[in-house]
């Protein structure tokens, strides 16, 4: 089985910044579609980015882009999300996900297998 481990989450003022990482009990994580989902208190869980292969393929949310950037670490092993420009409504559990194979670009959670326990990140207006 693939683990993940999401830390950096946290409290931030409105128009601040985060940055999330994954750890993936994997040595090379490029094989994988990986991806960071979010879900607010009594809202659903929907998908804010994925990435295959580096950065040679990503998808964002349209809710996130130009705010976020998703992205793997150079240890090849760890999954990143870069959070800029943070607002209230940014403020969920952020899980990290992982699937075997190509990503079908179409953000839903039913791809993946592999889910990390979560991160808090809460913002302030």
């Known amino acids: 089985q693939v683990q993940l481990v999401e830390s950096g989450g946290g409290s931030v003022q409105a128009g601040g910044s985060l940055r999330l990482s994954c750890a993936a009990s994997?040595?090379?994580?490029?094989?994988?579609?990986m991806a960071w989902f979010r879900q607010a208190p009594g809202k659903e869980r929907e998908g804010v980015a994925e990435?295959?292969?580096?950065?040679?393929?990503?998808y964002y949310a349209d809710s996130v882009k130009g705010r976020f950037t998703i992205s793997q670490d150079n240890d090849k092993n760890t999954l990143i999300l870069q959070m800029n420009n943070l607002s209230a409504g940014d403020t969920a559990i952020y899980y990290c996900?992982?699937?075997?194979?190509?990503?079908?670009?179409?953000?839903?959670?039913?791809?993946?297998?592999?889910w990390g326990q979560g991160t808090q990140v809460t913002v302030s207006a």
């Open positions: 994997e040595y090379d994580i490029r094989a994988y579609c």
């Open positions: 996900a992982a699937a075997r194979g190509r990503c079908y670009w179409d953000l839903r959670a039913t791809h993946f297998t592999y």
């Open positions: 990435v295959f292969g580096n950065i040679v393929s990503t």
